[in-house]
Each structure stands twice: as structure tokens, then as C-alpha cells.
């Protein structure tokens, strides 16, 4: 056997076990709408990082701290959770924000086969979110994307239902989709 035939017949059986160890894929969830308003009017009612709540239905109240880039802000959920943000870009010629969550409190705990695993209130982790309106014909359109990894990090090939790679785009999906819809409302009466 040649050194490449050696090398190449060790390569394809590594590969397997290369790809498992890779871990979770990164995830990624867009959501965008159109809304009948300026998008400085758009822009003007979801820039300030400590006003979420007043357009989102899911967030009862937002604690802010600081100033445009590195701003931080609590906020706390209907249900009573709370999520820690930080503010990593704030551009108002462009009419984006750039935010990442940096903890948040847990909605409960499941048995991970035998091991207890805590479940975050939103199933996410190392999760950066963007938000920007644009001109859209006469009107806007918001787009917010995130991306994120699933919350379980455990050693189980199959993660528990409540924190696989569905459940945590499924969260964040429906978590854009209210807020924009909400936004819309508010903006079209």
C-alpha cells in the first residue's frame, strides 16, 4: 500500500468519530414582516434596548443599565422568568441591533437519564440576536434573527425532547413571530 492509500484509509475511519465529537450544530431562525409604517416610525418604537416590553406580549418589564453599545437589561417574562441581555451593537443610520443573552433563569429541571438537567426558560444557549428595519416599499420590513446553539450540552447522542435542536427553533420562532406580529398591531391602528 502506498503512504496516500494508508493515509486515506485512516482518514475515512476517523471521520466518524471527527463528526460526533463535533457536538450540537449552531442553529439559526429568521423571521421577518412587513408593516404599513415609515421605518423611522418602525425604527423609533423597538430601538431603545429598555422598551421591549412595551411591544412584546411575552415580557412584562424591562430593567435597563447603561448606554447604547454594552447596554445591559433584565427582563422579566410573564411567566415570571427572567433572561439577561447585553447590548453589542446598537445602529441607528442603519436602524440595527446586535444583542446576545448572558444567563437567565430556569423554567425547571428534567431527568436526563438519571441526571438531573436543568431547563432554561428560553432552551437556548450562546444565543446573538439581530434586529433591523428597512424601507419596504411604502412600508417596513423587521427582520430579527438569532443564532444559538440547543441548550442540552449532556453526553446523550439524542437529546431530551424539552431541549433538542426543534424545541429551542420552535422558542425562538414563536418568541420573533409574537413580538413582530404585536409590532405590527401597535403600529397599523
Known amino acids: 500500500m502506498t503512504l496516500f492509500t494508508r493515509f486515506l484509509t485512516l482518514a475515512i475511519m476517523f471521520m466518524p468519530i471527527l463528526a460526533h465529537s463535533h457536538g450540537a450544530p449552531r442553529l439559526k431562525v429568521e423571521e421577518t414582516i412587513t408593516i404599513n409604517a415609515a421605518p423611522a416610525d418602525v425604527w423609533n418604537a423597538i430601538k431603545s434596548f429598555d422598551s421591549i416590553h412595551a411591544w412584546h406580549p411575552a415580557i412584562e418589564s424591562t430593567k435597563a443599565s447603561?448606554?447604547?453599545?454594552g447596554a445591559t437589561r433584565t427582563l422579566t417574562l410573564s411567566n415570571g422568568g427572567t433572561i439577561e441581555e447585553s447590548l453589542k451593537k446598537l445602529d441607528n443610520e442603519k436602524m440595527m441591533m446586535n444583542y446576545q443573552i448572558t444567563s437567565m433563569s430556569n423554567a425547571g429541571e428534567i431527568d436526563d437519564h438519571g441526571t438531573p438537567h436543568e431547563v432554561p426558560v428560553v432552551p437556548v444557549s450562546k444565543y446573538k440576536s439581530?434586529?433591523?428595519?428597512?424601507?419596504?416599499?411604502?412600508?417596513?420590513k423587521v427582520s430579527w434573527k438569532g443564532k444559538f446553539f440547543r441548550a442540552y450540552h449532556g453526553h446523550e447522542t439524542i437529546p431530551p425532547k424539552e431541549l433538542d435542536d426543534n424545541t429551542a427553533k420552535s422558542a425562538i420562532s414563536g418568541i420573533y413571530k409574537a413580538g413582530l406580529e404585536s409590532l405590527k398591531a401597535q403600529l397599523e391602528k
Open 66 to 69: 447603561g448606554n447604547e453599545n
Open 130 to 140: 439581530w434586529l433591523s428595519v428597512k424601507a419596504d416599499g411604502e412600508g417596513s
